[in-house]
C-alpha cells in the first residue's frame, strides 16, 4: 500500500529556512506527479508545489513563488521542500501526497488520494 512519511518540520523564526521531506513506498513513486499542500489553522487545506514525474516540470503557489524549491529523487524515492524566508503565514501542518491519476499533475487536493500524516512548520515574528 501507499505510504508517505513526511519530516523535517519544526520551529522557525521569520526569515529562517526548512527542509521537508517525504518517504514514499508501496507504489511507483517514479512514474507518479508528487504536491506539497500546507493547512493553518482554521483554514482549508491548500496547495504548495508540485512536481512531474521526471522532474521536469514544477509549479508553485503565487504565496511561495521564488521562496520555496520543490524537488524529487527517484531513486530513493524521496520527495522534498526547501523553504526559504519563512513567513509567520506559511505556519502549518506540511503534507506531501500522491495523485490517484499519477500522470495528472495539478496542485487540486481534490486529485490527491495519497497523504502521509503531516509535519508541523511553526514561524515566529
Known amino acids: 500500500q501507499v505510504q508517505l512519511v513526511e519530516s523535517g518540520g519544526g520551529s522557525v523564526h521569520a526569515g529562517g529556512s526548512l527542509r521537508l521531506s517525504c518517504a514514499a513506498s508501496g507504489y511507483t513513486y517514479s512514474s507518479s506527479c508528487m504536491g506539497w499542500f500546507r493547512q493553518a489553522p482554521g483554514k482549508e487545506r491548500e496547495g504548495v508545489a508540485r512536481?512531474?514525474?521526471?522532474?521536469?516540470?514544477?509549479y508553485y503557489a503565487d504565496s511561495v513563488e521564488g521562496r520555496f524549491t520543490i524537488s524529487r529523487n527517484n531513486n530513493n524515492h524521496t520527495l522534498s521542500l526547501q523553504m526559504n524566508s519563512l513567513k509567520p503565514e506559511d505556519t502549518g501542518l506540511y503534507y506531501c501526497?500522491?495523485?490517484?491519476?499519477?500522470?495528472?499533475?495539478?496542485?487540486?487536493?481534490?486529485?490527491?488520494?495519497?497523504w502521509g500524516q503531516g509535519t508541523q512548520v511553526t514561524v515566529s515574528s
Open positions: 512536481i512531474s514525474a521526471g522532474g521536469g516540470s514544477t
Open positions: 501526497a500522491a495523485p490517484l491519476r499519477p500522470w495528472y499533475c495539478s496542485l487540486e487536493h481534490d486529485e490527491y488520494n495519497y
